[in-house]
């Protein structure tokens, strides 16, 4: 009886275990075609995509899981868009169909044209009163007046001036005023549209400017304006990059003979020039892309964002994010990312492309080297200290409390000889190599290497805020899953020399 019990509990667990990730493949297709527009086609199959999943949130195992969770919110949210986006297009008709009536000065038309087939009909009364007006006048002096009316109207709605349609035209329209109640409705949109625009219109957030304008505007009459200023603030975020000459240089632990890490031991190698940059990639950057490719932004434990380095981000992140700029900026993209399995993509490299990419292992010390200059420390130095570098010193004596806690890039005055800020501390960096403890040692790689072809982790350089001072040296090699995301990993860019 108790082997009967047993099997069965094992059979349960195992059933969890295998539902427990019955949400998440619905959820990364869907948000695939979420993240390729807001138009109606693209939200109704990321719909469908969602929708797949349903059985899964009616099983009890699974539908309080986070990836359910947020399967059931993406539905919802999903579905009220596709109403509010049909709503906008049955008001989209019913405007157009009002117009071909309207400007047709015929009663008849009007009536056929509009007031017998408009769904919403939201422009009726206006509709009546036009009818009404006309069936006042003869013909050849409604001719007239409507044409000089038109005339009017024309000049003052193609102003976009709420001062020009008050002086221009209702001041001065000439009876019966055809376009009365729209010039009204133009002023009522052109004020609402110009409230919300003063709102934002000093605001550098990019989710305040789509969610505050550009979700809310009727007419747009600012959209040119909002689309521009989140172009140019996504433009002026490029990052800052610094021109790196290639060289030789001895790569590894060069001051201990005996390293106490095997995968330490001091080997030559050539790397190509490169530029790098200056600083590990901020939120302020991160999160322009997470806005632009409609990902949800990654936590910052409460330490803040902006010039905070982004963290919490995967490698896969990290090269999505290479690709993303490489495209804002006109660049070829340097990753070819082929497709997504449950926790991976199958990324390979574009060793030609002059777009951003993560650095190679070899390119990440050379630069924290400053051209391999004999250092233990990113900041040139051999001994560390606090004052220079984000770590944890309780880790070494159990006396020193550390900062616990990222800070804003660059703000510690460490850069190295190469004006290069942050190698040592705050975030350990993703690179592109696969880890293998005796890749040097085994493949004699020494130019220009680019690591294994293939591995189950990716390597990451110079420790964090929560490392000993021995795991921020700049020889100190560590690794993780690609799909990991932790609050001492971020990344840092780099870009092929054209020279």
Known sequence: MKKLISVLLLAFFFACSLNAQCCEPFLINGNKFYSRGSDLPSLQRAL???????????????????????????????????????????????????????????????IKDYLNVCELCLFRNDAQRMIDSLN???????????????????????????????????NNCLSPCLFRDSA????????????IYRQVSFSDDLELLQSKYLDNCVRCYFKN???????????????????????????GNNFDRNPKKSDEKFHTVTVESFFVGKYEVTFHEYDQFCFYMKKNKPSHEGWGRG????????????????NWRSKIDKLDTTYIIRHI??????????????????????????????????????????????????????????????????????SLNNSNAWGL???????SEWCWDWYQEDYYKSSG??????????????????????????????????SYKPFIKKSFIGFRIARKSLN
């Open 184 to 195: 009204q409705e133009v002023i009522d949109y052109i004020e609402f549209d110009e409230s």
């Open 48 to 110: 469908a995509e969602y929708k797949r999943g349903s059985s899964c949130l009616t099983d009890p195992r699974d539908n309080n899981t986070k990836e359910c969770i947020e399967l059931r919110n993406k539905i919802e949210e999903v579905e009220r868009k596709i109403v509010e986006l049909k709503r906008k297009e049955q008001e989209r008709k019913d405007l157009d169909l009002w117009n071909s009536a309207r400007y047709s000065y015929n009663v008849n038309r009007i």
């Open 341 to 410: 399995t449950r926790d991976s993509f199958t990324v390979s490299l574009n060793k030609k492309a002059n777009g951003y990419r993560l650095l190679t292992e070899a390119e990440w010390e050379y630069a924290a080297r400053a051209q391999g200059n004999k250092n233990r420390y990113g900041d040139g130095r051999n001994e560390i200290d606090t004052m220079y570098i984000n770590y944890n010193p309780y880790s070494d004596d159990y006396s020193t409390p550390g900062r616990g806690r990222t800070v804003p890039v660059g």
């Open 136 to 170: 006042l006048i003869g013909d050849e002096q409604i001719n007239k007046l409507i044409r000089e009316d038109k005339k009017r109207w024309d000049l003052a709605v193609n102003s976009n001036s709420i001062d020009y349609i008050r002086k221009n035209y209702l």
């Open 225 to 251: 304006e909002i689309e521009r200023k989140i172009k140019s603030i996504i433009d002026e975020a490029k990052p800052k990059m610094i021109f790196i000459k290639g060289g030789n240089y001895v790569m």
């Open 421 to 427: 800020f942050d190698f040592s501390g705050n975030v």
């Open 445 to 478: 790689a020494s130019l220009f290497p680019t690591g294994p072809d293939v591995g189950d982790e990716r390597v990451a350089r110079g420790g964090g805020h929560n490392f000993s001072k021995r795991m921020c040296t700049v020889f100190n090699r560590d």
């Open 307 to 322: 010039a905070q380095p982004a963290m919490n981000v995967s490698w896969y992140d990290a090269i999505e994010f290479c």
